[in-house]
């Protein structure tokens, strides 16, 4: 098998779970957390200094999540749909590799036919009021994306293995895969264009590459 990882932000969709999130609780919120994930996403900031940060200054209740849920699945890129099943076609295995969460997540996953979603786990009391999140998950500290891959090729025992993805911490993976593919469909990262293996602005073209 062939193993395809996408990430989700800006990347299967053109939002940021984290910050549709922070919308939720006014503009003053909203403008501190897409601060702090701009500067995670580019590189300023290690994940593990802003990850905790953030979710304490949300405290996203299930309610809140599952309308981002929603948000995604508005939101996924034009081309994702068609060119995993694409992929898929050709003897891909589709994953997701995220730094966001499984819940607000797994709505676009199924849109989209991807089953194996790696991301975190958020926890919530009876009454769907916040409780945390799984704090030892690889991709709440920088290089888990890297560590879940190498986790999924034990697994799977995939013959290649491909990641795409929109900030630093998707750059991140390149020691674990063959190829690095930088997306620049929503936001445009400098440093990716120089450093991934290939740059596309459109889902559609991965295919030709990967």
């Not at 939002?15 to 006014?26: K, S, T, V």
């Not at 503009?27 to 290690?46: C, H, K, N, Y």
């Not at 589709?94 to 790696?118: K, M």
């Given at each position: 098998m ?26 003053e ?10 500067d ?23 309610g809140?999540?599952?309308a ?10 034009a081309t ?11 003897g891909w295995t589709p994953?997701?590799v995220s730094g ?5 997540i ?5 849109l989209?036919g ?33 560590e879940?891959i ?20 998707d750059?991140e ?10 997306f620049?469909g929503?936001?445009?990262?400098e ?16 295919p030709?590459?990967?």
């Amino acid at each position: 098998m062939k193993l395809i990882c996408f990430d989700c932000d800006s990347t299967l969709s053109s939002i940021e779970g984290i910050d549709e999130l922070a919308r939720l609780r006014g503009p003053e919120v909203f403008a501190r957390i897409e601060a702090l994930t701009r500067d995670a996403m580019e590189g300023r900031l290690r994940v593990e200094e802003v990850f905790g940060r953030r979710l304490e200054a949300i405290r996203p209740s299930r309610g809140d999540v599952e309308a981002v849920g929603r948000r995604y699945v508005e939101s996924a890129e034009a081309t994702a749909r068609a060119t995993i099943a694409r992929m898929a076609g050709a003897g891909w295995t589709p994953a997701i590799v995220s730094g966001g969460f499984r819940q607000a997540i797994a709505p676009l996953a199924a849109l989209l036919g991807v089953e194996r979603v790696e991301a975190v786990e958020l926890y919530f009391e009876g009454d769907g009021t916040y409780r945390g999140y799984d704090r030892a998950f690889p991709t709440t500290r920088s290089g888990g994306k890297r560590e879940v891959i190498e986790r999924l090729r034990a697994e799977l025992r995939p013959e290649r293995v491909v990641m795409v993805g929109d900030g630093v911490s998707d750059l991140e993976t390149r020691p674990a895969v063959d190829l690095f593919i930088g997306f620049g469909g929503f936001v445009t990262r400098e440093r990716l264009r120089r450093e991934a293996g290939a740059f596309v602005t459109s889902l559609a073209a991965v295919p030709e590459l990967a």
